[in-house]
């Protein structure tokens, strides 16, 4: 039954709602049916039988075309009342406030303005030539009608917008995810296959002539995929909804996997030093992320464009928030910046302003390449930093 219904209510025959030719279906045959047994008598049915067929048919388009009920109801109105009785059966009744909600409900303003003024006079017009008393009630009647109409458009309109705005958040949602996800992406893929390269060159060159030196680039590939694969593992799991509030940042690398980091890149052939404060204040999960993936990109940035030369990278506290620097000597080639259309340093600048703070990158008068970037805290200072020492 109730799929009968959704069927019968989202059907279309000839573009009409199926619901509205029911509905002027079933007035025309209460009309014909009345005018054709003379209860009541309003005239000839040479004059009431038209009068009730252009009452009740039209309102079929009463949503496609919401005037012609309107004006088909006010002429046929002013018709019967002519030349003889003025319509005052229910259905009549029934028929004039269903064009009158119609013109109102589906129209533009000066529309609805216009069908629901013609009917209105029409309907006052018929009462007059009836030397009737109803005036006030035809007005209550058929102007509340048609205000009821109009705060009915209203409503729709606000309950669309609504919908509308609830889509275009959940567009939003998924495409800064997406985002996110290419960033966490490109951080974690960018740098390990850096290393995988660099180390999987030098395996191979010391294969050809001393085989035994081959070990440890090979240890060096393995422990670079195997912690690539953590990290993804962390990112699925994101996805699949098993991480907390944070995002994912809770299970994800922070200030405490630096000097992991820093060994990776010094196996890669960087010459990388550390300078880590102990006192640095307390950083939520999300931002020691974000602190780790700027290392993490620049370093790669450092070893993908200017080669294997000696890099710094010096974490301090900067009042509530930590500044971080990554600075490079220049390299045979000298640093360009990366293109627009990127996710790498552009990435790293949103996920730094996300948090508050500020992020900046370019090149120095040497020819070498500093990356800034200062990330309020969230929490006063405490020992949680204090197990990462500074190393060189």
Known sequence: MARWLAALRNARPGGIPAAD????????????ASVLAGKP??????????????????????RKSPLVPALACAS??????????????????????????????????????????????????????????????????????????????????????????????????????????ARELHDVLGHSMSVIAVQADAAGAALDSAPELAREPLAAIHATARGSLAEIRTMLDVLHGEAGGDGGAAGSPGLADLQTLLDSSRL?????????????????PAAGLVLFRVVQESLTNVLKHAGPVAAGVLLIPAGNAVQLEIRNEPGAVAVAA????????????????????????????????LVTAVVPATAPSSAAQAGIAARP
């Open 338 to 369: 990366e293109s627009p259309k990127g996710y790498g340093l552009r990435g790293l600048g949103e996920r730094v302003r996300q948090l508050g703070g500020t992020f900046a990158a370019g090149p120095e008068a040497d020819g070498g390449w």
């Open 76 to 181: 046929a109105n002013l018709f019967q009342a002519a030349l003889a009785q003025a319509p005052g059966t229910l259905w009549s009744l029934v028929a004039f406030a269903v064009a009158m909600y119609s013109v109102a409900a589906w129209s533009t303003e000066g529309l609805a303005a216009v069908g629901g003024g013609v009917l209105l006079a029409a309907l006052l017009v018929g009462e007059w030539l009836a030397d009737g008393p109803d005036y006030l009630f035809i007005v209550l009647l058929f102007g509340g009608t048609w205000l009821l109409g109009r705060a009915a458009r209203i409503w729709r309109g606000r309950l669309g917008h609504q919908q509308q705005h609830e889509l275009d958040a959940a567009r939003l949602a998924v495409a800064e995810e997406r985002l996110r996800i």
């Open 41 to 62: 008598d309003e005239g000839p049915p040479a004059v009431t039988l038209p009068a009730a067929v252009a009452m009740t048919g039209p309102l079929a388009w009463r």
């Open 21 to 32: 030719a029911v509905l002027a279906g079933l007035l025309l045959l209460v009309a014909v």
């Open 268 to 284: 890669a052939g960087l010459e990388v030093t550390g300078c880590i404060d102990a006192g640095l204040p307390d950083l939520s």
